[in-house]
């Protein structure tokens, strides 16, 4: 139920800011959401810089240094803030906004 209201809402907010759907899997016992590969990360693994967040940086095939400048922090802080904006005038909430859902490419 709930990733049908996920699927619902992808649908009508396309936005350069917002990752696409691509499709899902309605399936009870199997349900998913299926969107691009984001092979930079969250914003969370760059800011954070623990082990397990350089393993998912690997594992995602990121080649660069983690780690972000103060201007990639901001550029990434005002991409969100536009998603958000472009959320909300379409009337959805996002209800789980934190660094671990900024995905960056």
Same mark, same amino acid.
């Given at each position: 139920?709930?990733v049908?209201a996920?699927?619902?809402?992808l649908?009508r907010?396309a936005?350069r800011?917002?990752?696409?759907?691509?499709?899902?899997?309605?399936a009870p016992r199997a349900a998913?959401i299926?969107?691009?590969?984001?092979?930079?990360?969250s914003l969370? *693994?760059?800011?954070?810089?623990? &082990?397990?967040?350089?393993?998912?940086?690997q594992k995602?095939?990121?080649?660069?240094t &983690?780690?972000?400048?103060w201007s990639?922090?901001?550029?990434? =802080?005002? *991409? +969100? +803030?536009? +998603?958000l904006v472009?959320l909300?005038?379409n009337?959805?909430?996002?209800? *789980?906004?934190?660094?671990a859902?900024?995905? =960056? *490419?």
């Amino acid at each position: 139920r709930e990733v049908m209201a996920e699927v619902s809402n992808l649908r009508r907010c396309a936005h350069r800011d917002v990752l696409p759907l691509l499709g899902y899997c309605g399936a009870p016992r199997a349900a998913c959401i299926v969107t691009a590969l984001m092979r930079g990360g969250s914003l969370d *693994d760059h800011l954070l810089l623990s &082990p397990d967040a350089r393993a998912r940086l690997q594992k995602l095939g990121f080649k660069g240094t &983690p780690g972000l400048s103060w201007s990639q922090r901001l550029s990434a =802080l005002c *991409d +969100a +803030a536009r +998603a958000l904006v472009h959320l909300h005038s379409n009337l959805i909430l996002h209800r *789980d906004v934190k660094t671990a859902n900024i995905l =960056l *490419d």
